[in-house]
């Protein structure tokens, strides 16, 4: 199940996002009209994905974004506008680090596959995340058992002695020798 967050001033606006993406079975949708209180919830609980609106009173989407991102860094972020904003743009991808900037007004269809999109996103950024954390810890470990390994070496020189036959197999008694 992946957890959202939309934020947006506008109530209506904000009903109806949440009316056309309830019908989604694995999505928890949560919404605020205010970018504090949302702020506070985005502080202490992981979202995969924020959703916010461009034009706010006293936060605009761009500043909530890069706030949400102090603490769920890895989420996704799309932001909605009305108004077409070159600088609002730019700002939120560089800033915010926004996946896509979303016109409204919004077409269902369009959002469901942007936020699908950034999800399956996510979800990928998420498992390799974990598995470069799986590769470090085997890295980690082969090199504590090579280090025991020359250590080993080093105090028992004749344990890491190893009589090779012509087939590549190992000689384990001299009197094995052809």
């Not at 605020?32 to 706010?56: C, G, Q, V, W």
């Not at 699908?116 to 390799?128: G, P, V």
Request: aromatic residues 8%.
């Amino acid at each position: 199940m992946h957890k959202i967050m939309i934020v947006d001033d506008e109530v209506n606006a904000l009903n109806s996002l949440k009316r056309m993406l309830s019908r989604m079975d694995d999505w928890d949708i949560v919404t605020y009209s205010d970018p504090h209180e949302a702020l506070k919830i985005a502080n202490t609980s992981h979202f995969d994905l924020f959703i916010s609106d461009y034009r706010m009173p006293d936060m605009n989407g761009v500043e909530f974004l890069v706030f949400t991102k102090q603490h769920n860094p890895h989420s996704m972020r799309l932001i909605l506008s009305g108004a077409t904003d070159f600088s609002g743009l730019v700002n939120a991808i560089n800033q915010a680090q926004i996946y896509r900037f979303i016109d409204k007004p919004v077409n269902t269809q369009e959002l469901k596959l942007i936020i699908k999109q950034a999800l399956q996103f996510y979800d990928l950024a998420d498992e390799n995340r974990c598995l470069s954390e799986q590769v470090r810890k085997q890295q980690n470990e082969l090199y504590r058992r090579e280090s025991a390994l020359k250590k080993l070496a080093e105090e028992h020189p004749s344990i890491a002695q190893i009589s090779w036959g012509p087939d590549g197999s190992i000689i384990l008694d001299e009197e094995d020798t052809p």
